[in-house]
């Protein structure tokens, strides 16, 4: 693997472990769950070379940062102070952010919480909508198993997911890689609500086309030194999402903003008429491009469509 430069930065009461390389405007790149900053690695050369300034960093929670047990200590308000923090503990005024997953969540709302900062977004696998009770809880499916759900009374899926890392990270990776296919990581709705979570996820096939041994060995070891308390605490303020920020409320993101996706994301399908509801959220929004044979993992499915695509939006901004 290659060598990185990791900064420790002291970020709105928090240490954040964060990779910091190349000279030039920065850009922050957020991941989401259950991930580290190591699900940037194919993109940080590409986008330095590009004459940018990246940061990327292990988010609250997660690998070598800092991972407080208290719930109401990842609100997706702090979440986006962290991102913006990270900008100040670099003495950066303005910065663009770029995330995935639920990082693709808290970039959404870094761009509506620090307008004067955040200078462009960029998201990937989650389109913007205002979360709140019905995404824990899905209408129409009470009695039936679903993930975010099962994740919300703290202990319970930390007991089964930290008990075998690996297992873990292969099944919910496999769930909704390209590979899988769209529809598996919904087989979970046909299991009954009391199950676990790595019952109801299919049985991991070869993945060896995007991650390596060495990339298993790296993320188990980075979930070992975290254990999954603090990435798991980040779904459970999902249900206060809207209603923690209300002055958000019909709001539109009026920054420059992207969107890209795997064409066989199952995320996609949480909300199937989603570029209907997605694209009057913005007043700048560049292009939306689904990438081909490319699931929720599209950075390292297809790593160089996605440099084009992040290329291509910054490229744009900075004319």
């Not at 940062?65 to 991102?83: I, N, Q």
């Not at 996706?261 to 560049?286: I, K, Q, S």
Request: charged share 20%; net charge negative; proline share 7%.
């Amino acid at each position: 693997m290659k060598s990185r430069n990791f900064e420790n930065l002291q970020v709105n009461g928090v240490r954040l472990r964060v990779v910091v390389e190349g000279q030039g405007p920065l850009v922050i790149f957020v991941h989401g769950w259950p991930q580290c900053w190591y699900l940037w690695r194919h993109l940080i050369d590409p986008v330095v070379a590009a004459g940018y300034r990246v940061a990327v960093p292990d988010m609250r929670g997660f690998g070598g940062s800092d991972a407080p047990p208290a719930v109401e200590d990842y609100t997706v308000r702090t979440l986006a102070a962290d991102v913006a923090g990270i900008a100040t503990a670099l003495g950066e005024e303005q910065f663009v952010v770029i995330g995935h997953d639920w990082g693709c969540i808290v970039a959404w709302y870094t761009a509506l919480l620090h307008p004067d900062r955040c200078r462009a977004v960029m998201g990937m696998s989650v389109p913007f909508w205002r979360m709140g009770p019905e995404t824990v809880n899905p209408p129409g499916k009470d009695a039936a198993f679903w993930y975010m759900r099962y994740f919300q009374t703290p202990g319970v899926a930390e007991a089964e997911l930290d008990a075998n890392v690996r297992n873990t990270l292969t099944r919910v990776y496999y769930s909704v890689c390209a590979r899988a296919g769209q529809m598996a990581f919904f087989e979970q709705f046909n299991h009954p609500r009391d199950a676990k979570l790595l019952e109801v996820f299919p049985a991991p096939g070869a993945m060896d086309d995007f991650m390596t041994s060495e990339d298993w060995d790296y993320m188990v070891a980075a979930y070992k030194l975290s254990g999954f308390r603090g990435g798991l605490n980040w779904y459970r303020n999902i249900s206060t999402t809207s209603s923690s920020t209300p002055e958000l409320d019909g709001r539109k993101i009026t920054q420059p903003a992207a969107f890209v996706a795997g064409a066989v994301d199952p995320v996609l399908l949480f909300d199937p008429e989603w570029r209907e509801h997605f694209t009057p959220c913005f007043d700048d929004l560049r292009f939306v491009e689904l990438i081909e044979d490319a699931g929720h993992w599209l950075q390292l499915e297809q790593p160089a469509a996605v440099a084009t695509s992040v290329l291509r939006f910054l490229g744009a901004i900075d004319r």
